[in-house]
């Protein structure tokens, strides 16, 4: 379909017509709360080579750095507190019986924001993971140093074996029962929000795909065009903390 040109007032009649939505966000959505995105020009990909930072047998050859570098992000998503984009989600989830936010976030400011009805495809920064026995745990539930040392690493308390990050790394499958969810959201939705996202990973998950073929409309709000652009009805290429918040009051208005 014809992408239309972007105007507030079919963006607002495609959401008071909706009633199955589903949210989709990647890291863009958390931009205006001050935490970098992945891939563009200042993204942690720049700084940090995913190849060490982003795969198990990084992880495995170097330990230390790699828990450090997600501590240093754990004390920045701390420090950030969501923004207006987060709270209109939140928001959302009350308006629409059928809701689904499917996130590919680590930070946790969805939730701070007030959202319930989400799953996080790519895990959670604050979770840890035995590498033996695979239960789950929340790091701050330990009294864990600023940075890790390889005497400090965190360790399973059962078996006494390394964790590691409780994120999806590359190479790795999304939990079976988040991605059941995201599937049957975006298969059964009549409006789909795809906010902050490059597609580069999420494309490969076929959840927008998915919902233009089954005749959801598309609204994409990111300020760049990129590979999911094309399957979108509406683009609002503007800063989702900023343009949420003015399309959810023209909602309310209008309703
Ligand atoms: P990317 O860094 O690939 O893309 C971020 C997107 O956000 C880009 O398309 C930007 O144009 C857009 N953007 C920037 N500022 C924005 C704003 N203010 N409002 C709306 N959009 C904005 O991040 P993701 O697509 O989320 O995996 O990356 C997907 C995955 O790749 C991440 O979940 C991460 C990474 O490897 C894990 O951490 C497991």
């Known amino acids: 379909?014809?992408?239309?040109?972007?105007?507030?007032?079919?963006?607002?009649?495609?959401?008071?017509?909706?009633?199955?939505?589903?949210?989709?966000?990647?890291?863009?959505?958390?931009?205006?709360?001050?935490?970098?995105t992945f891939?563009?020009?200042?993204?942690?990909?720049?700084?940090?080579?995913?190849?060490?930072?982003?795969?198990?047998?990084?992880?495995?050859?170097?330990?230390?750095?790699?828990?450090?570098?997600?501590?240093?992000?754990?004390?920045?998503?701390?420090?950030?507190?969501?923004?207006?984009?987060?709270?209109?989600?939140?928001?959302?989830?009350?308006?629409?019986?059928?809701?689904?936010?499917?996130?590919?976030?680590?930070?946790?400011?969805?939730?701070?924001?007030?959202?319930?009805?989400?799953?996080?495809?790519?895990?959670?920064?604050?979770?840890?993971?035995?590498?033996?026995?695979?239960?789950?745990?929340?790091t701050r539930d330990f009294d864990f140093p600023a940075e890790f040392t390889t005497e400090t690493l965190p360790i399973c308390p059962k078996c006494e074996v390394l964790c590691r990050p409780d994120i999806v790394w590359f190479g790795e499958f999304v939990p079976d029962d988040a991605m059941h969810a995201a599937v049957w959201s975006s298969s059964t939705c009549d409006l789909m929000l795809v906010v902050g996202t490059s597609g580069e990973v999420s494309g490969g998950y076929g959840f927008v795909e998915r919902a233009a073929m089954n005749g959801a409309t598309i609204v994409e709000i990111n300020p760049t065009e990129g590979i999911l652009t094309q399957h979108a009805h509406i683009w609002v290429p503007e800063p989702a903390g900023v343009v949420l918040p003015k399309i959810w009051q023209c909602l309310t208005m209008y309703k």
């Open 39 to 138: 891939r563009e020009i200042d993204g942690e990909w720049k700084h940090y080579d995913p190849m060490t930072f982003a795969t198990l047998e990084g992880f495995l050859s170097e330990p230390v750095q790699v828990w450090n570098m997600y501590r240093m992000r754990q004390r920045q998503i701390g420090e950030a507190q969501p923004n207006g984009g987060h709270s209109v989600i939140a928001q959302m989830e009350r308006q629409y019986p059928h809701f689904l936010l499917v996130t590919q976030n680590v930070d946790d400011l969805h939730e701070r924001a007030g959202s319930r009805k989400l799953v996080k495809i790519h895990g959670d920064c604050w979770g840890m993971r035995c590498l033996q026995c695979c239960e789950t745990y929340d």
């Open 1 to 36: 379909m014809k992408l239309m040109e972007y105007r507030i007032d079919a963006v607002v009649e495609a959401f008071s017509g909706a009633e199955r939505v589903c949210v989709f966000t990647g890291a863009g959505a958390s931009k205006e709360s001050g935490l970098p």
